[in-house]
């Protein structure tokens, strides 16, 4: 829950954390390449893995859990570099903002700082293909062991995301 | 009714739409391929083959195979009706528009054209972007083709081993796409 709490500029999203996304299943079968390309959004909401585990993002803004549906993801770095990946971005396309929702503290927004056609969406959504991780397939379960490697990764981010906070609050006194 | 086809020029390798299995059809590839489609009607115990010489296989014609064309064109019709009667539950819990009347009827317009070649999709699905995606499969390629509500259309080839994009492009009309699947399930 947001609950009041703080919401943070794009400054402490850090390039090796993970932004994890819902992906619908459609005709997918177990084997298949996953996600098809039609089911990659340009205009995509994230949840931020200091504040998330890809089995959360499972859950919709309705707090309904969708356990037919897969989850992606992919690293900050990933977006904010789409340029040095394809060239047809300009510098600075794109960023992340995080965006608390009542029920989705985790939750982050795809920035587009500049216009983007529906052929360069068709691009960027193609490199997210080609860069996503793929913690949940439709249907499946994380296994106990990768939900702790799940929540001991959530915690080794907000551990580093602390840490910067702190260093940031140091500097400015 | 099995229906037999004994030819190889039929597009079936470039991957069955949205089904693993195809019923009430059969592919029997021999060593030596007849030219001819052939329909086994085997209800109740009277097993008669009909030789359908009329369907002699041309390449010249646009629609030598009716059987196989009329079998996927309905399946496709069928989908595409499913999704007009059955809103997408991904599309309303992130709040997406459904493909609307303007990308199913081009979504129709694509199928029939294409269907005169004997080429079918591989998948037919509503895409996140609104509207429809249509993927069609050749050689390690795929061709994503993106017909969006706004009526705008689009194409981008992946290639799967590699992990590249090697075309992506708008395109003005349904006949130049039509075109331009035609020419890569030809490559």
């Not at chain 1, 949840?47 to 859950?59: A, E």
Request: charged share 25%.
């Amino acid at each position: 829950m947001q609950k009041g709490r703080k919401v943070y500029s794009p400054h402490f999203i850090l390039s090796f954390n993970y932004m994890f996304a819902r992906c619908p299943r459609n005709d997918w079968e177990s084997g298949e390449d996953y996600p098809n390309f039609g089911q990659i959004r340009s205009d995509q909401s994230f949840n931020w893995s200091v504040f998330s585990i890809p089995l959360w993002t499972r859950f919709t803004d309705a707090q309904e859990y969708r356990d037919g549906y897969g989850v992606i993801g992919y690293k900050v770095k990933t977006i904010r570099e789409t340029h040095i990946i394809n060239p047809v971005f300009e510098n600075d396309t794109f960023n992340i903002l995080h965006k608390p929702l009542l029920n989705n503290y985790s939750h982050c927004e795809l920035a587009q700082l500049k216009e983007v056609t529906k052929k360069q969406k068709r691009d960027l959504r193609m490199t997210f293909k080609h860069k996503c991780i793929r913690p949940l397939y439709p249907l499946k379960d994380r296994s106990k062991t990768q939900l702790m490697f799940d929540y001991s990764r959530m915690y080794l981010h907000r551990f580093v995301f602390w840490i910067r906070i702190a260093l940031s609050t140091t500097t400015q006194e | 009714m099995n229906g037999v086809l004994a030819d190889q020029g039929i597009n079936y390798d470039k991957g069955i739409f949205y089904s693993p299995t195809i019923e009430y059809v059969d592919l029997q590839l021999t060593s030596s391929p007849v030219k001819y489609l052939w329909i086994d009607q085997d209800e109740g115990t009277d097993q008669t083959k009909c030789d359908l010489t009329s369907q002699e296989m041309d390449t010249t014609k646009s629609s030598y195979d009716a059987v196989v064309k009329k079998f996927f064109v309905e399946k496709i019709t069928k989908k595409i009706q499913y999704l007009q009667s059955h809103p997408d539950q991904f599309l309303i819990d992130e709040k997406i528009n459904q493909p609307n009347e303007l990308s199913f009827n081009y979504t129709f317009q694509t199928i029939n054209k294409l269907a005169d070649w004997n080429i079918f999709p591989d998948k037919l699905i509503p895409s996140v972007e609104e509207g429809i995606c249509l993927n069609f499969k050749n050689k390690g390629k795929v061709l994503y083709f993106e017909i969006y509500n706004s009526g705008d259309l689009g194409y981008i080839i992946e290639d799967t081993y590699l992990h590249q994009t090697t075309e992506n492009e708008d395109v003005p009309s349904i006949d130049d796409m039509v075109t331009k699947i035609k020419d890569f399930i030809a490559v």
